[in-house]
């Protein structure tokens, strides 16, 4: 009897290890993670409106999470090398794509994609959208939109506008208002907002319809000139530019936005908990600060919202690009 009451103390004792050897192990699972950076990758090279954001979105989530957060920029091939290093990675909540315009119209500007865009990715927030703005270097002869449509009209494919990349923001405005000016303007892509700035700057193209966000210090500084933005409203933030549509391009209206994914699978409770902490920062003192003033109308929703909004985009966005022919570099 002894022998049996030994034995049976024996096996009550293995199992009660069970659950408490899972709990450390989850537990430990649990501090790995935690312990790991966050990365936001950015799709364009650094300097640009979108890295603007990202980084400084990422000091406030820092604090918010308890957890480092890094930005790496992963630019080229119109945002599809940095999307594609996020569709790749492990649904872990460790790894955030910061998307943009070009997010919803490369699915009807490239027929292979190396990842399927609706289902390589779950929406976690509508961070903002913002105007962008028609701008020349400051020592540019067009005063206005009307002597820059007078320009290319005269001499068809000479004027040349930059952008941060084939399908973005700043270049399908600039096709939208080739399209509805009548006009044919030269589209010159780079990889990313900074370089093409840089361009524009030193003269080696004519203009940018760039982000609110990078063009906001240029204009304050006087080395470029505003010509108009491209919201079917004036900016409250600088009211006294014109909409491209009241200076000479009726019906014009197009708009930049920025919103984070992560690669589907992710859990909802990760989910969530990067959409507060987006939210949060993106309603701090500090980040409205840094980007109200150059446009951006904050959204911060929910999930759905940024999913919504995105399949709105993408289905407005492939007539443009069917109707100007659009290929990717």
Known sequence: MNILKARFSKLVALVMLVPVFGASSLVLAQSKSTDRPIRIIVPF??????????RTLGAAMSQELGQNVIVENKPG?????????????????????IATFAHAVNPSLRSKLPFDTV????????????????????????????????AAKADPG??????????????????????LAGVSMTHIPYKGAGPALNDLLGGQVNMMFAT????????????????????SDRSPVRPDVPTIAEAGVPGYAAESWYGFFVPTGTPTAIINKLNAAT???????????????????????????????VNAEQKRWAAVVKAAKIQPN
């Open 212 to 231: 609110a966000t990078a063009a906001a210090p240029l204009i304050e500084n006087g080395k470029v000139r505003a010509l108009g933005v491209t919201t």
């Open 158 to 179: 000479k004027l040349t506008f930059a952008s941060q990349g084939v399908g973005t923001s700043a270049h399908l405005a600039g096709e939208l208002f080739n399209n």
């Open 119 to 150: 289902k390589a990715f779950d929406p976690v927030v509508l961070i903002g959208r913002s105007p962008n703005i028609l701008v020349v270097p400051a020592s540019s002869p067009y005063k206005n939109v009307k002597e820059l449509i007078a």
């Open 45 to 54: 090279s650094p300097g640009g409106g979108t890295d603007t954001v990202a």
């Open 279 to 309: 939210a949060k920062a993106a309603k701090s003192e500090v980040f409205r600060k840094r980007v109200e003033g150059e446009g951006l109308v904050i959204s911060a929703g929910t999930p759905k919202e940024l999913a919504d909004y």
């Open 77 to 97: 091939a119109g945002t599809v090398i940095g999307t594609d290093s996020v569709a790749k990675s492990a649904p872990d909540g460790n790894t955030i794509l």
